[in-house]
């Protein structure tokens, strides 16, 4: 695959590299914006709690992106910075060919939107009659999403869950709990979170979920 092929707009989880060569562990949401010719491209600049994160010229890169049913990664180097139309760009020289790779912790992003869930029945008829319990998530990346819970559940238990993005975005997914926190306060409303990893969902939804967060995030810059 070459980077002339990739799309405009196309969503990518960038990571940073520190000077030892280890990452570190700061990751982001960009998006792939053009690409100049077969070695440089530009992408968005990176933001963190809805502000540019500033990123030194020569810092080196990972960039990760889906397509299709695949994860792809490639690294590269900032060699420049540019501000066109109100957007803030960085310039790239790639230092490695894309490659298709194994799935990887995704970026997570702090919000707060309706989210509904039930355990998976053993038949879709099962399924089907129970009603969705309603409550409100923690945090939502492209690999799964952490739930506010008022009843407890364990973890590996399956679930069937539908996420509000906005009154009309939503997804729908199967996933399984991973991690259960209780918490002691007798005044929360919420008693419990759960980590949920996503085990069942469509590429295209996963995909409307990382638009999502980069969208916020732009959304958090104008803002202020």
């Not at 700061?26 to 491209?41: C, G, K, L, M, P």
């Not at 500033?54 to 060699?79: A, D, H, M, T, W």
């Not at 490659?99 to 992003?109: A, G, L, N, T, W």
Request: hydrophobic share 35%; glycine share 6%; net charge neutral.
């Amino acid at each position: 695959m070459r980077f002339n092929e990739l799309n405009v707009g196309l969503k990518l989880e960038l990571k940073l590299y520190s000077a030892d060569d280890n990452n570190d562990n700061a990751v982001f949401v960009s998006e792939f914006e053009w690409a100049e010719n077969d070695r440089i491209i530009y992408i968005a600049a990176p933001i963190k709690k809805g502000t540019i994160y500033p990123v030194s010229i020569n810092q080196r890169l990972e960039l990760v992106f889906i397509k299709g049913e695949n994860l792809y990664q490639f690294e590269g180097k900032v060699i420049g910075r540019e501000v066109r139309h109100n957007i803030s760009l960085l310039r790239v020289e790639t230092t490695s060919e894309i490659q298709k790779i194994q799935r990887r912790e995704f970026f997570r992003f702090d919000c707060s939107i309706p989210v509904g869930y039930r355990i998976a029945g053993k038949t879709k008829i099962d399924t089907a009659q129970r009603g969705f319990t309603k409550s409100y998530t923690r945090d939502l990346s492209g690999g799964g999403v952490c739930i506010r819970l008022k009843e407890k559940i364990e973890t590996g238990e399956l679930l069937d869950c539908e996420l509000s993005l906005n009154d009309f975005n939503k997804v729908s997914f199967t996933g399984r709990v991973v991690r259960l926190t209780e918490y002691e306060s007798k005044n929360e409303i919420y008693k419990y979170e759960i980590g949920v990893l996503f085990e069942a969902i469509e590429d295209r939804d996963r995909e409307r979920i990382i638009s999502y967060i980069f969208q916020e995030q732009r959304r958090l810059i104008k803002k202020g």
